[in-house]
Structures are given as structure tokens and as C-alpha cells.
């Protein structure tokens, strides 16, 4: 079965405590790994795509790295403003070539 | 560019009753879907299109028909409303590029007495 996990489901950082988000995946045939940040009230906004395993792209406090089985968003010396939450999403052959979106972690960057 | 736009934003109904949530994008592309979001579940896909005049099935598409008579329009229609479709939908758009990414709308919060 098709499934995406992300964890932990919360997180609460200090400003500058940097941390790492989790999404691990159980599909078949990966044609792409999705990030999304999603602020209260608003869709989900486009953060990254991973391809490949042993891929990284980096966006200002934020890099994602992608596994065979799992994809961390790595955040970097965090401000307030990073506080969101964070969808992982998958695009697979086994799930018709539609996005199979994890549940979310929450993150709360305290000043 | 609007980029997706969704209306209404917050929408209450009664058991019973027929709506039709609004989604319109003016970046041309062909793929359009409907999602739902539900507290500890991922977003679900409703129905999607990959064109005018195709549409198909998700992953939850009981209760909900859909159209697509134009590039830019996708709406979605609840034929008779139940609580268990009180959420918050999203309608999202991309190039049909296979692995291009999601654009999504604002949202829309339903709920359903």
C-alpha cells in the first residue's frame, strides 16, 4: 500500500535551533518528491522538487535532501517567520501518476 | 496573474443541499484537481482533469461531480450535501508535464450542519 509519513506531526524550535523534518515514503516507481509550506488559512505553496536519490536542493534557511526511502527538509537557524506547516507530497507510478500527500508537520519557531 | 482563484471562501449548508464551489486559473494549464483537507489526513484528491472536456476519479470522489468545458474552469459540484463533507477544499492546477508541481487556490471552508 501507498503510503507517506512525515514526523513528528509538531515541532517547536527556539529562534536559531536548527532541526530536521522527516517524510518517508512507500511507493513505487518515485517520479518526484514535493515540499510545501502551508500557512494558516492558505493552500500549500510550492517549496522544492527532489528527483533522484542523493539529491539536495536549498532554498535561503531551508535544504532538501531525498533518500531510496525517505526525504528530510533540513531548516537552518529558524526565525519566527518559518513558522508553518510543512506537506510532503509523492508523484509515483503506483499512485497513478497523481500526488500522495503526508499529514504535515507543524512548526513553531518561538522568538 | 491571479494564478488559482476560489470562491467562496467560507460556505455553510444544510444536510440536503446542492452547491457548487467555484475554481478558475489563468495560467493555461491543462491539469486541474480538487482536494480535500480533513485534520490528520493528508490532502485527498477529489476528481482531476487533465484537459477540457476529460475528467476523472481521485481518491475520494463520492458526493462530488465535476466538469471541465474550459481550459481555465474547474468547478465542483456537492449534488446533496452531508457532514461528512464538511472540509476545507483545494483546488489546484499545473503544466501537464508529468512531475511538474501543484499550484494551489486560497481555499474554501465548507461546513455542513
Known amino acids: 500500500e501507498d503510503q507517506v509519513t512525515q514526523s513528528p506531526e509538531a515541532l517547536r524550535l527556539q529562534e536559531g535551533e536548527s532541526s530536521s523534518l522527516n517524510c518517508s515514503y512507500t511507493?513505487?516507481?518515485?517520479?518526484?518528491l514535493f515540499w510545501y509550506r502551508q500557512d494558516p488559512g492558505k493552500g500549500p505553496e510550492f517549496l522544492f522538487t527532489?528527483?533522484?536519490a542523493g539529491e539536495e536542493k536549498e532554498k535561503e534557511r531551508l535544504k532538501a535532501t531525498l533518500t531510496k526511502k525517505e526525504s528530510f527538509l533540513h531548516i537552518t537557524a529558524p526565525k519566527p517567520e518559518d513558522s508553518a506547516t510543512y506537506l510532503c507530497a509523492v508523484q509515483a507510478s503506483s499512485t497513478g501518476n497523481q500526488f500522495y500527500f503526508g499529514t504535515g508537520t507543524s512548526l513553531t519557531v518561538i522568538p | 496573474n491571479a494564478g488559482v482563484t476560489q470562491t467562496p471562501k467560507f460556505q455553510v449548508l444544510k444536510t440536503g443541499q446542492s452547491m457548487t464551489l467555484q475554481c478558475a486559473q489563468d495560467m493555461n494549464h491543462e491539469y486541474m484537481s480538487w482536494y480535500r483537507q480533513d485534520p490528520g489526513m493528508g490532502l485527498r484528491l477529489i476528481h482531476y482533469?487533465?484537459?477540457?472536456?476529460?475528467?476523472d476519479q481521485g481518491e475520494v470522489p463520492n458526493g462530488y461531480n465535476v466538469s471541465r468545458s474550459t481550459t481555465e474552469d474547474f468547478p465542483l459540484r456537492l449534488l446533496s450535501a452531508a457532514p461528512s463533507q464538511t472540509s476545507v477544499y483545494f483546488c489546484a492546477s499545473r503544466v501537464d508535464r508529468g512531475n511538474e508541481k501543484l499550484f494551489f487556490g486560497s481555499g474554501t471552508q465548507l461546513s455542513v450542519l
Open positions: 511507493v513505487s516507481g518515485l517520479r518526484g
Open positions: 527532489l528527483y533522484s
Open positions: 482533469s487533465v484537459g477540457a472536456g476529460i475528467t
